[in-house]
């Protein structure tokens, strides 16, 4: 089946962590993207790539770092200097181009303890 | 900020039309209306978009008003399924230098399907 997958579903870690979340996709997209939701509040992109190789901060990209090595993998790490990480991370990926929708995977929740 | 504005809230008996509205009156010429829904504590899932022209497809129907400022969203058959938080977005257009085809949510409408 194609789509996209996160993991972990659910992750917990010690404050002053780094920890890096997965996002894998089999739709031959080019675009993919990360953004982060908090409890009851719409979502913020965090960072997004249009190709391989390449990739741009989005609204909210201190604390975070991402790579993008092959089109099918777009790993996001959180890092220690992410001041409130707690919350739910969704990857999307989309069709280069104008107006094309994105397809989002289940999401990542992040617990920091 | 979003550019959007809608009621927090809705409710609807099974087996009636949803008519979720969204006003946003800023819209600019070029700017499509994206409707995505979110089940609790899932990735959004797309709906429609459009323009300017009414859209439908096999999961709801898109109205947009001529001066483009309003629409609604339209789930004809509501089942309890549909139970979730609808977003309304006005599209940052890709493609290009400093586009991003980001998604600005905002807090969107709660819908919640009653049997």
């Known amino acids: 089946d194609g789509g996209i997958t996160q993991s972990p579903k659910y992750l917990f870690r010690k404050e002053g962590q780094n920890v890096t979340l997965s996002c894998e996709q089999n739709?031959?997209?080019?675009?993919m993207y990360w953004y982060r939701q908090d409890p009851g509040q719409g979502l913020r992109l965090i960072y997004y790539s249009q190709i391989v190789n390449d990739f741009q901060k989005g609204d909210i990209a201190e604390g975070y770092s991402v790579s993008r090595e092959k089109k099918e993998s777009f790993p996001l790490t959180v890092t220690s200097a992410q001041k409130n990480p707690t919350a739910f991370y969704l990857c999307?990926?989309?069709?280069?181009?104008?107006?094309?929708?994105?397809?989002f995977g289940p999401g990542t929740r992040l617990t920091v303890l | 900020d979003a550019k959007t504005t809608q009621p927090p809230s809705m409710d609807c008996a099974e087996g009636r039309a949803a008519n979720l509205p969204c006003n946003h009156s800023?819209?600019?010429?070029?700017?499509?209306v994206y409707w995505y829904r979110q089940i609790h504590s899932q990735g959004p899932q797309y709906i429609i978009h459009g323009l300017k022209n009414n859209e439908t497809n096999e999961m709801a129907s898109l109205i947009i008003t001529e001066d483009r400022k309003s629409s609604t969203l339209i789930l004809p058959h509501a089942t309890l399924r549909d139970t979730a938080v609808y977003y309304c977005i006005v599209r940052v257009p890709s493609g290009g230098s400093g586009n991003t085809g980001k998604l600005i949510f905002g807090q969107g409408t709660t819908l919640q399907v009653k049997p």
């Open positions: 739709l031959n997209h080019d675009a």
């Open positions: 800023t819209i600019s010429g070029n700017e499509y």
């Open positions: 999307a990926s989309s069709i280069a181009g104008i107006y094309n929708e994105q397809f």
